[in-house]
Structure formats: C-alpha cells, structure tokens
C-alpha cells in the first residue's frame, strides 16, 4: 500500500466480508466500503427496511469515529437497493441520520451481497 493510504478498521462495525478494507485513508479523505444491515459479529440484522438503514449508518458512524472523522464529515453517499418501493422507508432514516444532507445517489440493483435488501457507502473528509 501507497505510503499516502491507510486502512481504517472499526471493530465495532461489521467487519469486512470479502477482500477488502471497511475504509481506506488517502489523501485527506476516508473512502467507507458498502456497509450491509449486519452486526459488528456479522450477523445479518432482522426488521424493517429503516431498520436495516439504521444498521449500515451505525457500522459508518463507527467506522468514521476509527478514522478520526465524523458523519457530519461526509462529502458524498451511494445508496444500493434492491428494491425501490423501500426508497421512502430507506430515506425517513437516512434523513435522521445525515442532516447536513451530503450529496448523494440511490440506485436499484438486482442483487446485494448475502441477500441484504440496503448497502450504503460513502466519502468522508478527515
């Protein structure tokens, strides 16, 4: 790895579930991997669709508090979902939780990993 980059590992999020890092410094930015409705065990979260939302805001919560940054510090979030009828659901969390309203994109996508409805990623200053 760069001399410039660095992984960031929160062990109260959901830990990696493939190869790759829950976030990498570079740059003055934190880049958070896609984080799923999963426990910090990775045990996948049951309940609604907000309820669910509010998992994978927590996971990049704490994985930005590791990094030494903060939600408020988001620049840019992609939201992933399998299903666009859960968009309002999705949103009335999303909106408690990134009040000072980074940009963002919400797509539908055929699938999630492990069969998640909702993954979120973002792009955080430091």
Same mark, same amino acid.
Do not use: W
């Given at each position: 790895?760069?001399a410039?980059m660095?992984?960031?590992?929160?062990?109260?999020?959901?830990?990696p579930a $493939?190869? =790759?890092?829950?976030?990498?410094r570079?740059? $003055?930015?934190i880049?958070?991997?896609?984080?799923?409705?999963?426990?910090?065990s990775?045990?996948? *979260?049951?309940?609604?669709? $907000?309820?669910?939302?509010?998992v994978?805001c927590?996971? /990049?919560?704490?994985?930005?508090?590791a990094?030494g940054?903060?939600?408020?510090?988001? *620049?840019?979030?992609?939201?992933?979902?399998?299903?666009?009828?859960?968009?309002?659901?999705?949103?009335?969390t =999303?909106?408690?939780?990134? *009040?000072?309203?980074p940009?963002?994109?919400?797509?539908?996508?055929?699938?999630?990993?492990?069969?998640?409805?909702?993954?979120?990623?973002? /792009?955080a200053?430091?």
């Open positions: 790895m760069s410039n660095s992984i960031i590992s929160a062990k109260d999020a959901c830990p $493939g190869p =790759y890092s829950q976030a990498i570079a740059n $003055g930015q880049f958070v991997s896609g984080q799923i409705p999963a426990d910090s990775a045990n996948l *979260v049951e309940g609604n669709i $907000g309820a669910k939302t509010q994978c927590d996971n /990049i919560k704490a994985i930005l508090t990094a940054s903060s939600v408020d510090k988001i *620049v840019k979030v992609n939201v992933f979902l399998t299903d666009m009828a859960n968009f309002a659901e999705m949103n009335a =999303y909106e408690k939780f990134f *009040v000072h309203k940009a963002r994109s919400c797509v539908a996508v055929h699938q999630l990993p492990k069969g998640v409805p909702v993954e979120i990623e973002c /792009i200053l430091e």
